[in-house]
């Protein structure tokens, strides 16, 4: 039972970025992957974000494998997630969990495609961010997956235009379509 852990990792501006594993190691490109994702991230939708966590699923407590949790008005068994917010308490700030092993799964559909490792792995974090965007700076009286599905895709439109800024605008069309699709293939 072999735990590996960084903890006081990259800071990515505000959010620390942290690995825990147990019995797994994580494909090489993830760290840095995340990290490029989360610089691209606005500092006023990241703030009271304290880190985001990176681990896997299999390796869980028990009672966070097991159970069910409600999403759009449904119970979802809990070891379909592929990440997780956890909002803000009484003395501790709110933070991201990735499940790794997860996401890592749904990328072998696409295992040689760096865009595709993108897709899906911004997909999960910028919904998640989304759910912290609803939570503290911008309310919104609708579904919370759906406000959070709207915030993801403007975070990635944000992404790609800030890391392929030198694409010429024309291809735009055709590489947000193939992105839609490789995230969708999940």
């Known amino acids: 039972m072999s735990e590996a852990g960084t903890e006081a990792g990259e800071g990515t501006g ?3 970025l942290r690995e825990f594993y147990k019995n797994f190691v994580p494909p090489r490109y993830v760290r840095g992957l995340v990290a490029r994702l989360l610089e691209s991230v606005p500092a006023k939708y990241s703030n009271g974000l304290d880190c985001v966590v990176l681990t896997n699923l299999s390796g869980a407590p028990r009672r966070h494998r097991l ?3 409600t999403s759009r008005k449904r119970r979802v068994p809990q070891n379909q997630a592929l990440g997780r917010y956890h909002y803000a308490r009484a003395g501790s ?3 991201i969990e990735l499940y790794v092993d997860r996401i890592a799964a749904a990328v072998s559909l696409y295992p040689w495609m760096p865009l595709g490792r993108t897709a899906c ?3 999960v974090l910028f919904h998640e961010i989304g759910h912290h ?3 503290t700076v ?3 009286f609708r579904e919370k997956e759906d406000v959070a599905d709207n915030w993801a895709k403007k975070l990635m439109a944000n992404y ?3 890391r392929y800024w030198f694409v010429p605008r024309p291809p735009w069309k055709i590489l947000g379509r193939i992105m839609k699709d490789m995230a969708a293939d999940f």
Do not use: C, Y
């Open 14 to 16: 505000t959010i620390t």
């Open 138 to 140: 911008r309310p919104e």
């Open 67 to 69: 159970g069910k949790v």
């Open 160 to 162: 790609i235009f800030s």
């Open 121 to 123: 792995f911004s997909k």
């Open 133 to 135: 965007v609803h939570a």
């Open 93 to 95: 700030p709110a933070w």
